[in-house]
């Protein structure tokens, strides 16, 4: 049974940084293509960034391009998102998502994706 969790969310005044985890257990990370997700109250999911293992090629939304980088540690079985000069409207929950078999091209599709974890929570603020 594959499994992701998300830590290390918190409150960070406006033009702070913040590195979210999300973690895979029971199975390879190198087999999967991984994303990054947030939502909002009230919004829709949205696509943040996301990251092809073996190739690294990596994919970010407009609203976080140059602010936000997506890596991975392969031997901890972790992916990161480091996340800086944040803003306001980064304040969401943020959600790691797996493909065990990436389809080109659906990056940006939540419903192409087939594991989800429960969430971390951002909140920028001063």
């Known amino acids: 049974q594959v499994s992701l969790a998300e830590s290390g969310g918190g409150l960070v005044p406006p033009g702070g940084s913040l590195r979210v985890s999300c973690s895979v257990s029971?199975?390879?990370?190198?087999?999967?293509?991984i994303g990054w997700w947030r939502q909002a109250p009230g919004k829709e999911r949205e696509f943040v960034a996301a990251i092809n293992i073996l190739g690294r090629t990596t994919y970010y939304a407009a609203s976080v391009k140059g602010r936000f980088t997506i890596s991975t540690d392969n031997a901890k079985n972790t992916v990161f998102l480091q996340m800086n000069n944040l803003k306001p409207e980064d304040t969401a929950g943020y959600y790691c998502a797996a493909q065990v078999s990436y389809r080109p091209g659906t990056y940006n599709m939540k419903d192409q994706y087939d594991y989800w974890g429960h969430g971390t929570q951002v909140s920028v603020s001063s």
């Open positions: 029971g199975h390879t990370l190198s087999d999967y293509f």
